[in-house]
């Protein structure tokens, strides 16, 4: 258990639905990120949270959209669904070294399969 | 954007060599990170390099940083069927030291007993 907590483990859902991700990070951790990784795909940034602001955006569709709430949990929602959207969301939570740099401790995933 | 160029993709061995993976940038990195994901698990942590031609080793792992830092590499000797695996590296994206890390498309490792 890394202590990053996400919900639900696996969701399946259909084309043009939404479906909201829950993930709770490790007790202390202020920061919260989510990827998306596709079949054999690397890990693909989407959006940074630090303690309820957003800190940092990548390729995060329009359709879908995120949130850091004060107890510092996170949400990812993901609207309009399409086939390419299948795929294991991870969210992340990080504390800074003494270079500054973040560690992200990874939770176990979502995965999403639209159909 | 910032870019990680990771290589191989792929990389099959044989149980007891030796595998490496090399990751490059065409900027020059803060700090690179790199990470695991076992089959059907989740990223995790393995180390991080800030210096420039830092050399830092676990066990079989061995990781360097280039002296230009621009790019990294990690060496597994004698890979063991523990080691198979994705290892990705991770650099820190624009928004400096606090902000997101990009990661490399990965390495994918099997191993043949």
């Known amino acids: 258990d890394s202590g990053v907590t996400q919900t639900p483990k696996h969701l399946i859902t259909a084309t043009g639905q939404r479906v909201t991700l829950r993930c709770s990070p490790r007790s202390g951790d202020l920061s919260v990120y989510w990827y998306q990784q596709s079949l054999d795909q690397g890990l693909q940034f989407l959006i940074q949270?630090?303690?309820?602001?957003?800190?940092a955006k990548g390729n995060i569709l329009e359709r879908f959209s995120a949130q850091q709430f004060p107890d510092l949990h996170s949400e990812l929602n993901l609207s309009s669904l399409e086939l390419g959207d299948s795929a294991l969301y991870f969210c992340?939570?990080?504390?800074?070294?003494?270079?500054?740099?973040?560690?992200?401790?990874f939770g176990a995933g979502s995965r999403l399969t639209v159909l | 954007g910032q870019q990680v160029m990771q290589i191989p993709q792929y990389q099959h061995v044989q149980e007891g060599e030796d595998f490496t993976t090399y990751c490059n940038s065409s900027?020059?990195?803060?700090?690179i990170q790199w990470y695991k994901q076992r089959p059907g698990g989740h990223p995790v942590f393995l180390i991080q390099l800030v210096k420039s031609g830092e050399v830092k080793k676990q066990k079989r792992l061995t990781f360097q940083f280039g002296e230009a830092k621009k790019n990294s590499s990690l060496h597994i000797t004698a890979t063991q069927t523990t080691d198979v695996g994705t290892y990705f590296c991770a650099a820190t994206g624009p928004g400096g030291s606090q902000g997101n890390l990009i990661f490399g498309k990965g390495t994918k490792l099997s191993v043949k007993p």
């Open positions: 949270y630090y303690n309820g602001e957003e800190r």
């Open positions: 900027t020059t990195l803060s700090n």
């Open positions: 992340a939570s990080s504390v800074s070294t003494a270079s500054g740099a973040n560690v992200l401790t």
